[in-house]
């Protein structure tokens, strides 16, 4: 009897200019995982920037996912009580997500998706961008790194000499820590 697919929750918080490299690893991911939920930040649900309209966004990730979007807490609330994915990637993480996550607050859909999934003792898949992870977010970046069912695509510095603080995850390789973190373990290395 062949197992089914894993079922992959896909959160997109507000990291505007990561979007193009995180959507090409979200159609890279398609491939593999069929049964992909996309879930969006109130942030990223409903800002447009220098990078596109939120709305063109949303339909991108919908038309790859071939679902509609969970936008609210409300939709959000389900996925753990009902065990709706086996794993979650939250790509792009920002700063104020990784905040969040480290400091127990679920006040939005793409932090109430994870709070309700980790219930269930499940891995969680964190692609940073954030201009402040090797300052402000430092802290927070370790605290995520301690705790269990949390795995990082890898990252490194974006731009060393203008944003030395800057963090961003190595995109290409979201699929293969996927596939990582469904067995219990994390892509190395996981500085790059």
Same mark, same amino acid.
């Given at each position: 009897?062949?197992?089914?697919?894993?079922?992959?929750?896909?959160?997109?918080?507000?990291?505007?200019?990561?979007?193009?490299?995180? %959507? /090409?690893?979200? &159609?890279? =991911?398609?491939?593999?995982? !069929?049964?992909? +939920?996309?879930?969006?930040?109130?942030?990223?649900? #409903?800002?447009?920037?220098?990078?596109?309209?939120?709305?063109?966004?949303?339909?991108?990730?919908?038309?790859?996912?071939?679902?509609?979007?969970?936008?609210?807490?409300?939709?959000?609330?389900?996925?753990?009580?009902?065990?709706?994915?086996?794993?979650?990637?939250?790509?792009?993480?920002?700063?104020?997500?990784?905040?969040?996550?480290?400091?127990?607050?679920?006040?939005?859909?793409?932090? %109430? /998706?994870?709070? &309700?999934? =980790?219930?269930?003792?499940? !891995?969680?898949? +964190?692609?940073?961008?954030?201009?402040?992870?090797? #300052?402000?977010?430092?802290?927070?970046?370790?605290?995520?790194?301690?705790?269990?069912?949390?795995?990082?695509?890898?990252?490194?510095?974006?731009?060393?000499?203008?944003?030395?603080?800057?963090?961003?995850?190595?995109?290409?390789?979201?699929?293969?820590?996927?596939?990582?973190?469904?067995?219990?373990?994390?892509?190395?290395?996981?500085?790059?």
């Amino acid at each position: 009897m062949e197992r089914p697919s894993p079922r992959i929750g896909f959160a997109l918080c507000g990291s505007f200019c990561t979007y193009e490299p995180v %959507l /090409a690893a979200l &159609a890279a =991911l398609k491939r593999s995982y !069929p049964d992909i +939920l996309p879930i969006l930040s109130q942030t990223a649900a #409903s800002t447009d920037s220098r990078f596109g309209t939120a709305e063109s966004f949303r339909t991108r990730i919908e038309a790859i996912c071939g679902r509609s979007a969970v936008c609210t807490i409300a939709q959000a609330e389900p996925i753990g009580p009902k065990k709706l994915l086996d794993l979650l990637v939250i790509a792009p993480c920002t700063g104020n997500t990784l905040a969040k996550l480290a400091n127990g607050i679920a006040d939005t859909p793409v932090t %109430l /998706a994870c709070k &309700a999934h =980790l219930r269930n003792a499940r !891995p969680v898949v +964190l692609a940073v961008s954030t201009n402040d992870g090797l #300052s402000a977010n430092a802290r927070n970046l370790g605290e995520l790194l301690n705790r269990r069912h949390y795995y990082f695509v890898p990252f490194g510095q974006d731009n060393a000499e203008k944003k030395p603080c800057s963090l961003v995850a190595d995109m290409s390789l979201l699929p293969r820590t996927v596939e990582l973190a469904l067995e219990g373990r994390q892509l190395q290395p996981l500085l790059v």
